[in-house]
C-alpha cells in the first residue's frame, strides 16, 4: 500500500528539512559526524521515513546505506524513548554480499553505539544477522527474543520465512531495505523477488 515516489517530482531536500525529521541524537549525530548531508541522503532519508519505495542509485561511498538506516534508527529510537519498542522485527536488511559483517559495522552498529554514547543511555535496540553461518543456538535465541532490526541474505530470509516463530514476529515489519541490487541481475534476483512477495504477503 505503500505509495512510490513519482522520479518527476522527486527533489533533494535540504539539511533543515531532514534535521526537522529526525529524532535529535540522530540528527546531531550527523551534524558532527559529517557537517552536511550528501546528495544521495538529500534525495532519500525523508522518503524513507515517510515509507515511500524508492530506488537509490548512486557511486560507492555516497552514502546510500546510512540514508535508510538513519531513517529506520531515528524511528526506534523515538519508540525507544516513547518506552513503546516491542519485541518484532522492524526493519529487515537484505544484501547478497559476504561483506555483511563490516557493512553493518560502519553503517549501523558504530553510528548506534556513537548515538547512545552521545544520549549516555542505551535505547535497548536489537541488532541481529541471520546467514547461512548462523548457529543453531543463535537462530534459536533470535526466534525467541526477535531482533529489531534483522540482517540477512537472500536464501537466509526465505528460509525465515518458513519459520513459524520468524513469521509472527515478522508480521508487522514496517521497513525492508535491499542493498547491492546490481548483484541480483541472476537466479538469486529472481528467488528474492519471490520471497519478497512472501514477506509483504505475511506483513
Known sequence: GETPVDPNQCTPNSDKEIHSVLHPIVSEWFKKKFGSFSESQKYSIVPIGNRKNI???????????????????????????????????????????????????????????????????????????????????????????????????PESLAIVLTSKNFVENIRETEFCVVDEIHALDNKRGVYLSITLERLNEVS
Open 55 to 153: 530506488l537509490l542509485s548512486s557511486p560507492t561511498g555516497s552514502g546510500k546505506t546510512l540514508s535508510a538506516f538513519a531513517s529506520i534508527l531515528s524511528y526506534l529510537i523515538n519508540l525507544s524513548e516513547k518506552g513503546n519498542l516491542e519485541d518484532r522485527i522492524y526493519a529487515v536488511y537484505c544484501s547478497p554480499l559476504k561483506a555483511l559483517s563490516r557493512d553493518i559495522e560502519v553503517n549501523l552498529n558504530q553510528p548506534l553505539r556513537e548515538m547512545e554514547e552521545m544520549a549516555k543511555k542505551s535505547f535497548g535496540i536489537r541488532i541481529n544477522v541471520r546467514t547461512g553461518d548462523t548457529t543453531t543456538s543463535e537462530r534459536v535465541k533470535m526466534a525467541k527474543k526477535a531482533p529489531h532490526i534483522l540482517i540477512t541474505t
